[in-house]
């Protein structure tokens, strides 16, 4: 036993029906947050408004998350992409959700685009949201230098495996990067250890991961998944930490 865990269930938003069944049985398994996203199979994209609201019909905490990516493939968007991304926050804001999940890299370097980063951080505030950064972070050649770009810009959590985006690893491997990742966060931003995470191994990643100083929260999608659905008892054995 670990004690309780802050879990993120990642919900693929493949129709009302689903959205519904499975938003209901991460609730009913403690789920603290869900992240809605369609298209898990092109790493998620922006889902649909009837998928939205049913996700907060079906979801009562305050841990709606809308991801906000317009379009497959990398990380880098146009002015005209961009303005997409704020008209898909304001959608999600219409659907009440509670948070965004976003992210834009500059092609040039793969730094994070500090501009567009901005814009869109400054809807999401203006209609109360909160914010997590994406799985972009991990395409980042220098991730302690961008997770401070996010601190200082005020992003709310990063999702993160601690390894190389499309490098085929996980979260199990990415444990030494993620412990520092968790002492130069400290309490600034929260830390969503995400990649290939189920009820098997997130107690054995737990187990290694340095906690005292920092937020730390566990995301999750396939590992918490039966036969295709949401099961609330893989849920709520991730989040007691156990097997």
Known sequence: ???ELEIEVCINSASVDYVNRAAAAAELGGARRIELCAAMDQDGLTPAIEHIRAAR????PEGLMVMVRPRAGNFYYSLEESDVMVRQIEMAARACADGV???????RDNAIDEGLLLRLLDTARSLK?????HRAFDATLDPEKSLDTLMQLGVDRVLTSGTRWGSGEAAMQGVPLLNRLIAQAGQCIEIVVGGGLSPDNSPELMGQLVRSSG??????????LHNGEVSSERV????RGTA
């Not at 019909?57 to 009562?60: G, M, T």
């Not at 709520?236 to 989040?239: F, T």
């Open 129 to 133: 949201l909160t914010t997590t950064f």
């Open 215 to 224: 937020k730390v929260s566990l995301h999750a999608y396939s590992g918490v």
């Open 57 to 60: 019909k079906a979801f009562r």
């Open 1 to 3: 036993m670990l004690g």
């Open 101 to 107: 999940v976003l992210g834009g890299l500059r092609a």
């Open 236 to 239: 709520r054995a991730m989040s």
